[in-house]
Nanobody, 123 residues
Framework: QVQLVESGGGLVQAGGSLRLACTAS????????MAWFRQAPGKEREFVAG????????HYSRSVNGRFTISRDNAKNTGYLQMNSLKPEDTAVYYC????????????????WGQGTQVTVSS
């Protein structure tokens, strides 16, 4: 089992920035691909960004491409999501996830999940 804990969420005005972190309980975090998802009230869970186990490959949803950057520091067992130029529609609970396969954009493709961190963007 891999435990994941998100942090860094909060309230920010439109146009501002936040950096989310996802810390894993085990060094074997480096064996997993990692992704960020989000879920807004009344909406389905949505893929945001993914990164391969070695941090070389990344992919993003169209809605955040160019504004968000996913990265990881395996020495710290931590993944990150840098969010710039935030919009009110980015408001959601953000979840990190880990899985064996890179490039998947559905929640069922990931084996481990954090509890989420709230991001609220005001106008």
């Amino acid at each position: 089992q891999v435990q994941l804990v998100e942090s860094g969420g909060g309230l920010v005005q439109a146009g501002g920035s936040l950096r989310l972190a996802c810390t894993a309980s085990k060094r074997t975090f480096s064996n997993y691909n990692m992704a960020w998802f989000r879920q807004a009230p009344g909406k389905e869970r949505e893929f945001v960004a993914g990164v391969s186990w070695n941090g070389v490959n990344t992919h993003y949803s169209r809605s955040v491409n160019g504004r968000f950057t996913i990265s990881r520091d395996n020495a710290k067992n931590t993944g990150y999501l840098q969010m710039n130029s935030l919009k009110p529609e980015d408001t959601a609970v953000y979840y990190c996830a880990a899985g064996r396969r890179y490039g998947e954009t559905t929640g069922h493709s990931y084996d481990y999940w954090g509890q989420g961190t709230q991001v609220t963007v005001s106008s």
